[in-house]
C-alpha cells in the first residue's frame, strides 16, 4: 500500500469508526501514544476513542514518506480533525500522525502530535476534570 492509499484507508475507516478497519492497518501488539489517551495498545485505543466520539471527520492535508536514523520507515499523515464528542460538543484540532511500520507495511506505533491547548478542555469537560493523560510529571490520570 502506498503512503497516500494509507493515509485514505485510515481516514476512511476512522470517519466510519470501523474498529475493525482501522485495527486491520496495525501489527499486533502496536501501540498508540495520544496527547489525550496516552501511550496505548491499539486494540485498546480506537474503542476509547469510537466511545468517545459522537461524529468525525477526517480532511487529509498531506502525506510523506521517510525513515527512522535505523532504517525503519515511517509514514507522517497531516489532517484536520473534526472530532465531535458524544454530547456534540467540538473538540477540533489540525494534527500530524507519525506512523512507524513493520516490513509488512502494518503500523507498529502511532505517535499523534498536536496542540491540546482546546482539544482537552473540551475532552475534559465532556468526561470529567483529570481524565485525559498527561505525562507523569504533570498531574491527570496515569497509564
Known amino acids: 500500500m502506498t503512503p497516500i492509499e494509507l ?8 470517519t466510519r469508526a470501523d474498529l475493525q478497519g482501522v485495527l486491520a492497518l496495525f501489527s499486533p501488539g502496536a501501540t498508540v501514544h495520544s496527547p489525550l489517551y496516552g501511550p496505548i495498545p491499539a486494540t485498546e485505543f480506537y474503542p476509547e476513542l469510537f466511545a468517545d466520539t459522537s461524529r468525525a471527520k477526517f480532511h487529509l ?26 454530547s456534540g460538543q467540538p473538540a477540533d484540532f489540525e494534527c500530524v500522525d507519525v506512523l512507524e511500520l513493520a516490513d ?21 469537560a465532556e468526561k470529567g476534570e483529570g481524565s485525559s493523560w498527561r505525562p507523569a510529571s504533570s498531574t491527570g490520570r496515569a497509564r
Open 7 to 14: 493515509a485514505g484507508t485510515y481516514r476512511d475507516a476512522l
Open 61 to 86: 492535508l498531506g502525506v510523506a514518506e521517510g525513515a527512522k536514523p535505523d532504517g525503519g520507515r515511517i509514514v507522517t499523515v497531516w489532517f484536520q480533525f473534526d472530532w465531535r464528542l458524544p
Open 104 to 124: 509488512d507495511g502494518k503500523i507498529t506505533t502511532l505517535h499523534i502530535i498536536y496542540d491540546t491547548v482546546t482539544a482537552r478542555p473540551a475532552f475534559e
